[in-house]
Nanobody, 115 residues
């Protein structure tokens, strides 16, 4: 079955960096579009970034120029490099994979940015 396992979250000061990882299994990782979403307390889950099997990327305006999504198909791993972090980036971050009609989510990893 599809499994997505995130790691790499933590507490960081504003201006700092973190790299999130998501190890995927149960499907052909290399050819599928993957994404990162986040959800802050009291807010809706929002798209952060996506990457296609051909490495085309897309970012939310709020993270453009600061975050980089990438993938290592040999390791079935998705990454999110987050630089210049801001307090408003505080959220639970989720790795996601869509295979219609289903959307699969990892358990999430918490990122907290202190001011």
């Amino acid at each position: 079955q599809v499994q997505l396992r995130e790691s790499g979250g933590g507490l960081v000061q504003a201006g700092g960096s973190l790299r999130l990882s998501c190890v995927a299994s149960g499907f052909v990782f290399s050819i599928n579009t993957m994404g990162w979403y986040r959800q802050a307390p009291g807010k809706q889950r929002e798209l952060v970034a996506t990457i296609t099997g051909g490495d085309l990327t897309n970012y939310a305006d709020s993270v453009k120029g600061r975050f980089t999504i990438s993938r290592d198909n040999a390791k079935n791993t998705l990454y999110l490099q987050m630089n210049s972090l801001k307090p408003e980036d505080t959220a639970a971050y989720y790795c996601t994979f869509k295979r219609p009609p289903y959307t699969y989510w990892g358990q999430g990893t918490q990122v907290t940015v202190s001011s």
